[in-house]
């Protein structure tokens, strides 16, 4: 329980990194505002979780729907202490057949969402003199995407410098900016971009020859946004099997 009186905010919680990582956070006491597009899928997430669950529906690419976020967060819970930016637009359209309004909807979603996100929650953080912001990267922003398109890797990547340069500035108000970098990870997510027969190929290679699990990168989420970590940030934490260095 040691993030009892602790508030997060998750985007794209309905599933998969976003889904483990808001339950993992209530699970260890604190209370969760879980973002989903769909009204009713949001509040059946927010169910499921538990009674510390706030449902925040809503697009975070349209207008005003982040600080709505904020605002009804705040409304419910007094402050906000934790946000992950973990929704993201993830497909694997390839260059040839990649249009610019697909480009700007990953780049609107996976980097200028969570900008206006972490603009939304500063001002709170800063009167409190305590923030952790956890941007959900991926491999891709380190390398290049092995299932996501041009627009994946290239959103990802800006995310991470989006990641450094927050860091930077945010540091002074006791508010750390750090960035997950998952690898190929067992989530529904992985498993419609990619065939059964390929994954199992892929992750023969790795030196931890498995696919992650959504839990241990929902662990590591819950300890960038710990007490214990910090000291830490600007970071980029990979969990990629080993995939990275070879």
């Not at 697009?59 to 007094?78: M, Q």
């Not at 930077?168 to 997950?180: C, D, H, P, R, W």
């Amino acid at each position: 329980m040691d993030f009892e009186g602790r508030v997060a905010i998750v985007t794209g919680a309905t599933r998969g990194l976003g889904r483990a990582a808001a339950a993992r956070l209530h699970e260890r006491g604190a209370s969760v505002a879980v973002n989903v597009r769909d009204r009713k899928r949001a509040e059946s997430v927010a169910r499921s979780i538990g009674e510390r669950a706030l449902a925040v529906p809503g697009d975070i690419a349209a207008a005003g729907i982040p600080d709505e976020i904020v605002r009804l967060t705040r409304e419910r819970f007094g402050r906000v202490d934790i946000l992950v930016n973990n929704a993201a637009f993830a497909h694997s359209t390839r260059f040839p057949n990649l249009t610019v309004d697909e480009w700007r909807l990953a780049l609107e979603v996976n980097m200028t969402a969570p900008f206006l996100l972490i603009k939304a929650v500063f001002p709170i953080m800063k009167e409190q003199r305590y923030g952790r912001i956890i941007n959900i990267s991926s491999t891709a922003g380190r390398t290049v995407s092995t299932l996501g398109g041009a627009h994946y890797t290239a959103s990802k990547a800006g995310l991470l410098g989006l990641t450094r340069a927050a860091a930077k500035e945010l540091g002074q108000y006791g508010i750390t900016v750090n960035a997950i970098c998952p690898g190929m990870i067992d989530t529904e997510l992985t498993h419609e971009n990619a065939s059964p027969e390929l994954l199992q190929r892929l992750a023969s290679s790795f030196p931890v020859p498995r696919l992650g699990t959504a839990l241990e990168v929902a662990d590591l989420i819950c300890f960038a946004a710990s007490e214990a970590a910090g000291y830490i940030t600007g970071a980029s934490l990979d969990i990629n099997g080993g995939d990275l260095m070879m």
